[in-house]
């Protein structure tokens, strides 16, 4: 069955600074690979996904994620942290075999001003 | 509604009572999930419902916990003599067509948090 690791439980930025979260993950077949977002009090909300093609792919609010095989990793990062980008991010993973989307534990993103 | 539609919001009851959780799903979905979110932990699934195959329970964590899905839209889940490990935010969730295999895209209810005293 395939599985995603997320690094970090927290990560904290200041604002206007580089955000990375990273994301590993493992399956035998081809993946197709997510982050949802979970902002305070809110349902989750698709932020971007690989499923073939280009490895970089964009999401919403500017942020990006690159999928690589070789590191069997799909981080999610973007340029300039918002304080509005202070949510609980979470990776997944699920295949063609298995569409039940596997979750990571996730990352509470904290912004400084 | 436009989303995913989930009640109770809150829920706070007794260790050994039975309570049942609904979820409205997204017109025209024909895939329906539940998640388990404890405090600090990631997505624990429980149950998916794909249009009128028999669903997979794989990941109930006993016989106290059942889902049925009626006329192929609402949902209930429910817990028998609740337990306290049991606390959590239930989290529903629905999507066009079997998930994994096609878009990937879960449209996420705002879930509904149990405290079992």
């Known amino acids: 069955a395939q599985s995603v690791t997320q690094l970090g439980s927290h990560v904290s930025v200041s604002e206007g600074a580089l955000v990375l979260l990273r994301c590993n993950y493992s399956?035998?077949?081809?993946?197709?690979l997510f982050w949802y977002v979970q902002y305070p009090n809110q349902g989750l909300q698709l932020l971007l996904k690989y499923t073939t093609g280009a490895t970089l792919v964009k999401g919403i609010n500017g942020f990006e994620a690159e999928f690589k095989k070789s590191e069997t990793s799909f981080h999610l990062t973007k340029p300039s942290a918002h304080m509005s980008d202070a949510a609980e991010y979470f990776c997944?993973?699920?295949?063609?075999?298995?569409?039940?989307?596997?979750f990571g534990a996730g990352t509470t993103v904290t912004v400084r001003a | 509604g436009a989303g995913v539609s989930q009640s109770p919001s809150n829920k706070v009851t007794e260790k050994g009572k039975d309570v049942e959780l609904r979820c409205d799903p997204i017109?025209?979905?024909?895939?329906l999930y539940w998640y388990r979110q404890r405090l600090g932990q990631g997505l624990e699934f429980l149950i998916y419902?794909?249009?009128?195959?028999?669903?997979?329970k794989s990941g109930l964590p006993s016989d106290r916990f059942s889902a049925e899905r009626t006329g192929g839209s609402v949902s209930t889940l429910t817990i028998q003599r609740t337990q306290q490990e049991d606390s959590a935010v239930y989290l529903c969730?629905?999507?066009?067509?079997?998930?994994?295999?096609?878009?990937?895209?879960?449209?996420f209810g705002e879930g509904s948090r149990l405290t079992v005293l």
């Open positions: 969730a629905s999507s066009l067509g079997a998930g994994g295999g096609g878009t990937g895209e879960l449209f």
């Open positions: 017109s025209g979905h024909t895939a």
């Open positions: 419902f794909q249009g009128n195959s028999a669903p997979d």
């Open positions: 997944a993973v699920s295949t063609t075999n298995d569409y039940k989307l596997s």
């Open positions: 399956s035998s077949v081809p993946p197709y």
